[in-house]
């Protein structure tokens, strides 16, 4: 009993946290209709701007919790300024991709000035602990959550009772009608920004406390639970936030004082998925769901138009196709590449690129074409990845290539379905975070299943391919494995091409431009998407597959979310839907990492920067997308 | 009975055009010589409209005769891309349409527009927020004169907007933007898509802001209601001015009503 209610109170504690991230979310998804994917790493930056402050210049910890708090405020101000409220005219993809590449350059950038290590962060008070009835608290715990609740009533009151707050309330709800009331609502987006910013500063420092330490990778974990937060109450409602915070907060340090704590992180996942399927307008939210939309629309927020439409009439660049002479030509200087390359290593590079190139393809399949902006691949592509490399350690040596990948094809496509089960019936904005919540329960699953997976060791001395119809021949030279690669992935374009072409294609791009008017006119939408999941994931097994044999060890680290942004950034790059700009996208890219190898720190950071580039410059991708 | 040109403007009573059209140095609003586009769609060509001090205009037409880009122009959400546009003896060039509201406009959107998620109040004083400089006092006796004009707010101060009918959420759109104290009320179609009842209820709260002295610019559909409270109306067809006059003139036409206002809204 004693354990019960302590276990509550330090739920409570950091259910506060949470429920500051979760009103970064409603405000900045009310006023400016996006879900901010860098709310996570606002709270990154503020948590180390007030360790800098105040270990390393010595700083009194209150002075330096403001300053920081007061830098993330700022920061949250002129990413919008500089970065979003440009984007607001163009396709509606673009601001989301937007706060992803910032969200990873933002991550990226901390590892790079404070390093990847984890940092002990002061502790404003000592390590008193009272006992309260029958439960025990510590005096860190009371300050989090008075500096939590001081916050949220502040920011309740600011919000119901001044004629400011009122005006944010109302751009939220309606900017065209709040401007006809005289209101700015221009300078209300960019105090809303600050406001999140804010809210993101308070927040790390707490969190600091809460752990005692910081460490630059929890972000994105920080930010999804923020996310459910919000979404547990209702995405658009304060109160919601609030409660869904504390309600995230207590279920999880049950979770983790009764389970073990390697399961925190999992059941805020677990819990996302399962608010999205089965309440996803929120415990709170009172309006009748969409029937098609889930939780955005539930909010009324986004259309069930296309993520690649434009709000404003704009003219589309033309997507640039391949000539058949090019495509034959780029195929042979591909199939003799072994033949006049420098050296292996540059055979090994581009082989390892033509693998990324069929993940891509996998994306771009389900993303453009079918609309459905998937960052869970890095789990299902894993997924492939494990299946070949623990059959062929383990159990079938020998097996034909044919049937691994076959087989990896497959586990990869039921964990596409499992990943689309909870994106198929939401839209917009929504999906980005199911999907990113299904990749990192794979991940998980990866880690903490140990007698399969063999856990944060992983699986290595994984055999090279056999290849069945030339009688068994071992595939075990560099250049052996590429043209394998090279098969495969001419294969799959001649597939997806095919795939995309035909009816399948067409009513994917009818559910990606139009899903009201697309079930309006019978076409069973869901299917259809579960289907577009089915065959990306398919197409991504196939390449996990050959990436566990060209690696010849693989661990969950190998399956991290950033392969899912990479992979993004690689699609975008080459234009959403367009099957030869996913191909250059990834050769360009994945030599780009390799050039740049030397500096290999900066590596995500430069694609998140590319990614940013092509958003604001030519938002539909280098060579347009269908 | 008139002769009727394709696009050329007709005046119902030509004798009086110049009493009409001509703008004076108090003109609430002057448009002159305006085109407007969406992208590479026309929706106004060279339109001139003027509200003077004091008048009710109404602005008619069926589906996109571009009259609610009409009103649209006048609070400045679009931008000409010829000629002039002046609001209360200012030109409203470049100015955000935020900044047209603070010259002294009050508008009523089409579709209501109230906010859902506040209350009743709220609403209203949202209406009143570009005068948020002025004693509470003010406000709050104004809220309640407010009630007076609008009873059916009445008791219902702390009710969620988004949960009153839509003849209620009009009439909470008029309150919100009287408690503007506008020196010009742009009301965009307030008769869409109400009740017979309400739309009797909505004319007599324009009669009534009208006997108070208001200056009213307002885009109607069913043109026989907005001739009754007009002054004058202009009657758009595809982008162009084809008719303008005295409110009574038109109304008393039945070639102008047989060609534009058609019959049956009127019958």
């Given amino acids: 009993m004693t354990d019960l209610l302590s276990q509550i109170l330090n739920g409570l504690a950091i259910g506060n946290v949470y429920a500051m991230l979760a009103i970064g979310f409603v405000l900045v998804f009310g006023v400016a209709n996006l879900i901010n994917f860098a709310q996570g790493s606002l709270f990154v930056v503020g948590g180390y701007l007030a360790y800098t402050f105040a270990v390393l210049l010595g700083l009194p910890l209150a002075l330096a919790a403001s300053l920081a708090v007061a830098l993330t405020a700022l920061l949250g101000l002129g990413i919008d300024r500089a970065f979003l409220r440009p984007l607001e005219r163009g396709p509606r993809i673009a601001p989301l991709l937007a706060t992803l590449a910032i969200a990873v350059i933002l991550d990226e950038t901390v590892q790079l000035v404070w390093s990847p290590d984890t940092k002990p962060f002061p502790s404003p008070l000592a390590s008193t602990t009272w006992q309260l009835g029958n439960a025990y608290i510590s005096a860190v715990d009371l300050l989090i959550l008075g500096t939590g609740i001081a916050t949220i009533a502040t920011l309740t009151l600011f919000l119901s009772r001044t004629w400011i707050g009122r005006a944010v309330r109302a751009t939220a709800m309606d900017p065209e009608a709040a401007q006809q009331m005289g209101v700015n609502v221009a300078a209300m987006r960019s105090l809303t920004f600050g406001i999140a910013g804010l809210v993101g500063g308070i927040g790390g420092v707490l969190v600091g406390f809460y752990y005692q330490s910081i460490w630059p990778t929890m972000g994105i974990p920080l930010g999804i639970k923020g996310f459910t937060a919000a979404l547990l109450g209702g995405i658009g409602s304060i109160p919601g936030a609030i409660v869904g915070g504390l309600l995230l907060g207590v279920f999880e340090a049950l979770a983790s004082g009764y389970l073990g704590s390697i399961y925190r992180n999992l059941i805020a996942y677990v819990l996302l998925l399962l608010v999205l399927f089965l309440r996803p307008q929120g415990l709170f939210g009172s309006r009748g769901l969409d029937a098609l939309g889930g939780a955005q629309a539930a909010g009324g927020a986004v259309p069930t138009t296309s993520l690649m439409a434009s709000p404003f009439q704009t003219a589309e660049p033309p997507a640039i196709t391949t000539p058949w002479w090019l495509a034959a030509l780029l195929l042979a200087a591909a199939a003799t590449f072994p033949l006049w390359a420098p050296d292996s290593t540059w055979v090994h590079i581009l082989g390892l690129a033509l693998v990324y190139a069929i993940l891509a393809v996998s994306l771009t399949v389900v993303a453009g074409t079918a609309g459905q902006v998937s960052v869970g691949h890095a789990g299902i592509w894993g997924v492939g990845a494990y299946v070949a490399a623990i059959l062929t350690t383990r159990y079938w040596p020998g097996m034909p290539i044919e049937l691994t990948l076959l087989l990896a094809g497959s586990a990869g496509a039921l964990a596409g379905v499992l990943a689309g089960f909870f994106a198929a019936r939401l839209s917009g904005h929504v999906i980005v975070m199911a999907t990113l919540a299904a990749g990192l329960i794979l991940y998980s699953v990866m880690l903490v299943w140990i007698p399969v997976t063999r856990g944060p060791m992983g699986v290595f001395a994984i055999p090279p391919p056999v290849l069945g119809i030339l009688g068994g021949v071992e595939l075990w030279r560099t250049e052996q494995l590429y043209w394998l690669a090279l098969a495969v992935l001419a294969l799959v374009l001649l597939v997806a091409s095919r795939v995309i072409g035909s009816d399948v294609g067409r009513l994917w791009r009818a559910v990606r431009e139009d899903r009201l008017a697309a079930v309006a006119s019978g076409v069973p939408a869901i299917r259809y998407v579960l289907m577009a999941f089915a065959f990306s994931g398919f197409l991504a097994g196939v390449s996990g597959a050959l990436y566990a044999h060209f690696v010849t060890a693989i661990s969950p680290g190998s399956f991290l979310v950033l392969v899912s942004f990479q992979i993004l950034a690689i699609v975008v790059l080459g234009g959403l839907g367009n099957l030869t700009g996913a191909v250059l996208g990834a050769i360009v890219l994945i030599a780009v990492t390799e050039v740049l190898r030397g500096f290999g720190d900066y590596r995500m950071v430069t694609y998140g920067v590319i990614l940013l580039a092509v958003i604001m410059f030519r938002p539909r991708g280098l060579l347009g997308s269908r | ?267």
């Fill in chain 2, 1 to 267: 009975m008139h002769q009727i040109d394709e696009w050329a403007v007709t005046d119902i009573e030509p004798d009086r055009r110049d009493a009409n059209e001509t703008p004076r140095a108090d003109d609430v609003v002057v448009i002159e010589g305006v085109d407007i586009y969406y992208g590479a769609v026309q929706a106004l060509f060279a339109v001139d409209l003027r509200v003077g001090a004091g008048e009710t205009v109404a602005v008619l037409g069926g589906n996109a005769s571009g009259k609610s880009t009409m009103i649209k122009t006048a609070l400045g959400m679009v931008q000409p891309r010829t000629g002039a546009v002046r609001v209360l003896g200012r030109p409203i060039a470049g100015l955000e349409p935020y900044r047209v509201i603070g010259l002294g406009v009050g508008s009523i959107p089409e579709g209501r527009r109230v906010f859902a998620e506040m209350s009743v109040r709220e609403n209203l004083l949202m209406g009143a927020f570009v005068r948020r400089q002025e004693a509470k006092a003010t406000l709050a006796r104004e809220i309640d004169e407010a009630i007076e004009l609008f009873p059916v707010l009445q008791g219902r101060m702390s009710q969620l907007a988004g949960t009153l009918s839509g003849g209620e959420q009009q009439m909470l759109a008029m309150a919100r933007a009287w408690m503007r104290k506008p020196r010009l009320l742009c009301i965009d179609e307030p008769s869409m898509g109400l009740s017979p009842l309400y739309v009797d209820r909505v004319y007599e709260a324009i009669a009534a802001l009208k006997a108070r002295g208001a200056t009213i610019l307002m885009v109607e559909q069913s043109a026989n209601r907005a001739l009754e409270v007009a002054d004058r109306a202009y009657v758009l067809r595809s982008g162009h001015v084809v008719v303008r006059g005295r409110a009574a003139a038109l109304a008393g036409d039945p070639a102008i009503r047989r060609a534009y206002l058609g019959e049956r809204a009127i019958a």
